[in-house]
């Protein structure tokens, strides 16, 4: 191949694939494109097939439209790596270099992905939230994780989270009981159509987290006006302080940002959440997310392809392959 | 046919058919008998074919054992019957007539029969409560309900809610985050195995409310010596009695009760029920629950031979039927 050395950064989730190119600094250069369908999960986890055919056409079309080049690396972030990694960590490698002539190839679970776009490889923790959520933190020696235990166990504060206490508090409102908000059950029939069809709306769908959250933006929508919707944000706000609070090192270099689809709820999320983290994390520097997953993912790639990546490696939560391309294996 | 005059009670529910017979005046005489298997639901709701199958050889059974005799009335009591009840409603009054010489027939939801069963036709609330939890109550005109919600949108205080709670805790605990339970995640660990597995433990489960429930007996234990799962009983209590207090008439005659499953968790639980409840309803006498929903099917069966019913007729809650029997149609 001809070119410049480049990098290649992946994105994997539940509403499909993202991949764009980079300079071996890591700073976007082509992309990013997309494919709408996700990656399918099978009996030995992620499927590392279905992974390649979707990801291949998207990497030629970004080779295409930059030129032509070399892939030095590439960072791939997926959803469920760290539990349903494992086909993905044994066929990645040598798939993509045998495809894409990559020589080295790291897997991170979408959690890192989102922590090195938000804060890059400066140590603090970063919360990912939306449907779900989870925090990650590191002192850049070891990763630790919270939460992200889905929507019955944990994943408190998220928009499942949000969503789910609002409609709780519209069904107490329609029967009556302490603690219901009239505001609220107006605006879950408004949704969802009478009240005591509800669970006839809810249960019978497989994608119920994702209902759940389709109500998130209507109860931070009540909260000014509503004591019940209000309540129920400040009550999240506290959830994902906590969550950050039990990853963020004591360092005091230590920066924190929230990331991901939650943001969008605003101040009435963001406001007690700053107060909180003010609480909790003290010495923690409060700042934006500075890019998305895909920048973490490119970012990865781009410290991976220069050999001073300062992310901490970890089985799970990231880790790093060398592969012999078709240039030198041929 | 020969022999007295008695009445059939049925309850239906999500572990089986039971049936009893009882005196016109509802007091047990045979049984209970019961079918392991749980009647059907299609897309018409509760299949009033396979209740027949499935009835039918236990009334026989019912009725040789008592020597013979004249079914007056049937009283049904069925999980839910008040929204996957039409099917019954259309096709039982006839079947019940034409099988088993039934002159009248009433169906109930299973919070009805689970109500005259604890108070019989006074005025006043019921909660039964078990995986999930629902409140009837009346002041003999009218029906009045709570929750009954499922896992998601409330069952506020159920054996499902105790156990969620109790699981969260486990987690924040495995987290470090703030509100765990040390004691609570070794529970859970003793149940579930390691907690990083508990995810893959419950979600691809069909019946995630009872698997959450069969928690909420290791929350109880843990109570006296633990503050986080002392107070998820004491806040199960409080929902407890916000259910009843939004269906108790304000009749000064009024009983309260709790029945189902819950009560076995014992004193963590009914200790604070007990402050709560005398809070809430100040004017209402807390009672133990006479008997189960299958002695309120009973009851109902017997008011309704001897013309006497005081429960309030109500389209979804408690349908009464005249159906014509063999012996008249001949």
Redesign the interface.
């Known amino acids: 191949m001809t070119g410049a050395a480049c990098v290649l950064g992946v994105d994997s989730g539940g509403s499909g694939l993202r991949a764009a190119l980079g300079s071996p600094e890591g700073a976007p250069c082509a992309g990013p494109v997309r494919s709408a369908e996700p990656v399918r999960t099978g009996p030995r986890g992620i499927d590392a097939g279905h992974f390649m055919d979707l990801l291949l056409p998207l990497a030629r079309d970004l080779l295409a439209a930059s030129g032509g080049g070399r892939i030095a690396a590439v960072a791939v972030g997926a959803a469920g790596m760290a539990?349903l990694g494992e086909g993905l960590r044994a066929e990645l490698p040598g798939a993509l270099g045998r495809e894409l002539g990559a020589e080295r190839v790291a897997l991170a679970a979408d959690a890192v992905t989102a922590y090195a776009g938000a804060l890059g490889e400066r140590p603090g923790a970063v919360v990912a939230a939306g449907t779900g959520l989870i925090a990650v933190g590191t002192d850049l020696a070891a990763w630790r994780?919270?939460?992200g235990?889905?929507?019955?166990?944990?994943d408190?504060g998220s928009g499942a989270w949000i969503g789910?206490a609002g409609?709780?508090a519209a069904?107490?409102a329609h029967?009556?009981?302490?603690?219901g908000s009239p505001a609220l059950r107006d605006r879950a029939e408004k949704v969802f159509g009478p009240a005591a069809g509800?669970?006839?709306q809810?249960?019978p769908r497989a994608d119920?987290p994702a209902v759940?959250a389709s109500f998130a933006p209507e109860v931070a929508a009540c909260a000014a006006g509503d004591a019940v919707a209000g309540g129920i944000l400040r009550d999240a706000a506290r959830h994902v302080a906590?969550?950050a609070?039990?990853v963020c090192p004591r360092d005091a270099a230590s920066e924190v940002a929230l990331t991901g689809g939650l943001i969008k709820l605003g101040e009435p999320l963001l406001g007690p959440l700053r107060d909180d983290l003010a609480e909790l994390l003290p010495h923690a520097r409060q700042v934006p997310a500075a890019g998305d997953p895909l920048d973490g993912a490119l970012r990865i790639a781009g410290g991976l392809a220069a050999d001073r990546l300062l992310l901490p490696r970890d089985a799970r939560m990231l880790s790093v392959h060398r592969s012999e391309g078709p240039s030198t294996s041929a």
Chains 1, 2 share one sequence.
């Open positions: 539990t994780r919270a939460d235990w889905g929507h019955l166990l944990g408190c789910r409609l709780e069904m107490r029967d009556g009981r302490r603690g509800l669970p006839g809810l249960y119920r759940l906590e969550a609070a039990a």
